[in-house]
């Protein structure tokens, strides 16, 4: 599949049932792209389809089957939306948290391989149910490990608001937790 340049040719990115729950649609959404006018699509198609259904039917399906609705924050990002936000985020603006573009392949970028030549994708998402059941001072630490326990991901990133979290499947996963919530830093398995 070649990278959309028509509106046709986006939906049709679009319609890509990822999963059982999840359309290639549901992950291009981002608020740096609506507010700059920059185009959220993948270079490589393939690339990015195949990720992201791992990503989906191994990482969110049970997370959500499990907990209930989840809601996607930000998942796909495009080389240049994320290297965009990085700029951002480096001159200190506020709401612009992108990590570097060769950080995020096979991550946020998900049509980027690493530099060890390795597909990943990753999703910042929310679980309501879990936040309205558990707000307590480092809670997410409950999220946390059944993670660990239960799915195949390779990293998450845990942030204070409404305990979301970013989480990643890669083809060599890490199997690393770590957290800007308190408290902050590598998680530990109790």
């Given at each position: 599949?070649?990278?959309?340049?028509?509106?046709?040719?986006?939906?049709?990115?679009?319609?890509?049932?990822?999963?059982?729950?999840?359309?290639?649609?549901d992950m291009l959404y981002s608020e740096i792209a609506q507010v700059h006018g920059l185009l959220n699509v993948p270079d490589d198609p393939d690339v990015a389809i195949a990720a992201g259904r791992r990503l989906c039917e191994e990482l969110l399906e049970p997370l959500q089957d499990h907990w209930g609705r989840i809601a996607i924050r930000s998942a796909y990002r495009?080389?240049?939306?994320?290297?965009?936000?990085?700029?951002?985020?480096?001159?200190?603006?506020?709401?612009?948290?992108?990590?570097?573009?060769?950080?995020?392949?096979?991550?946020?970028?998900?049509?980027?391989?690493?530099?060890?030549?390795?597909?990943?994708?990753?999703?910042?998402?929310?679980?309501?149910?879990?936040?309205?059941?558990?707000?307590?001072?480092?809670?997410?630490?409950?999220?946390?490990?059944?993670?660990?326990?239960?799915?195949?991901?390779?990293?998450?990133?845990?942030?204070?608001?409404?305990?979301?979290?970013?989480?990643?499947?890669?083809?060599?996963?890490?199997?690393?937790?770590?957290?800007?919530?308190?408290?902050?830093?590598?998680?530990?398995?109790?």
């Open positions: 599949m070649k990278s959309p340049k028509t509106v046709a040719a986006l939906t049709e990115i679009g319609r890509v049932r990822l999963s059982r729950s999840f359309f290639m649609r495009s080389r240049e939306v994320n290297g965009f936000g990085n700029r951002m985020q480096k001159e200190g603006k506020a709401g612009y948290t992108c990590a570097s573009n060769e950080a995020n392949a096979a991550a946020h970028i998900w049509d980027m391989r690493d530099a060890d030549g390795c597909m990943g994708a990753m999703a910042c998402v929310v679980v309501p149910a879990f936040w309205d059941a558990h707000q307590g001072k480092g809670d997410w630490q409950i999220m946390a490990e059944w993670i660990d326990r239960n799915l195949p991901y390779s990293s998450a990133w845990f942030f204070p608001t409404y305990w979301a979290f970013n989480i990643g499947w890669h083809e060599r996963p890490q199997r690393r937790i770590d957290s800007y919530a308190e408290p902050k830093g590598r998680w530990r398995k109790p």
